[in-house]
């Protein structure tokens, strides 16, 4: 990815720690509603909004291991 454009990195990485700070966002959305009822139920039926949802866990995972890969290689 260093030899991308600017602008192409620029939006890679904005969408690849927006998608990580949602996910940390909606955890303690979901830990807060456990602590207070003691159970957490959600459903999704539109498969629209759950393929996106599902993409942009995927987007974040590899976000998350080339962010990590980048870290190791710095250390060495």
Same mark, same amino acid.
């Given at each position: /990815?260093? *030899?991308?454009?600017?602008? $192409?990195?620029?939006?890679?990485? +904005?969408?690849?720690?927006?998608?990580?700070? +949602?996910?940390?966002? $909606?955890? /303690?959305? #979901?830990?807060?509603?456990i +602590?207070?009822?003691?159970?957490? *139920?959600?459903?999704?039926?539109?498969?629209?909004?759950?393929?996106?949802? #599902?993409?942009?866990?995927?987007?974040?995972?590899?976000?998350?291991?080339?962010?990590?890969? *980048?870290? #190791?290689? +710095?250390?060495?």
């Amino acid at each position: /990815m260093s *030899k991308a454009p600017l602008r $192409l990195r620029f939006l890679f990485h +904005s969408l690849g720690l927006g998608c990580i700070s +949602s996910a940390i966002f $909606l955890q /303690m959305l #979901v830990f807060w509603e456990i +602590s207070q009822t003691g159970i957490f *139920k959600a459903t999704e039926q539109n498969q629209t909004i759950l393929s996106f949802e #599902v993409f942009l866990a995927f987007f974040a995972l590899i976000y998350f291991v080339y962010l990590y890969q *980048k870290l #190791v290689r +710095s250390i060495r």
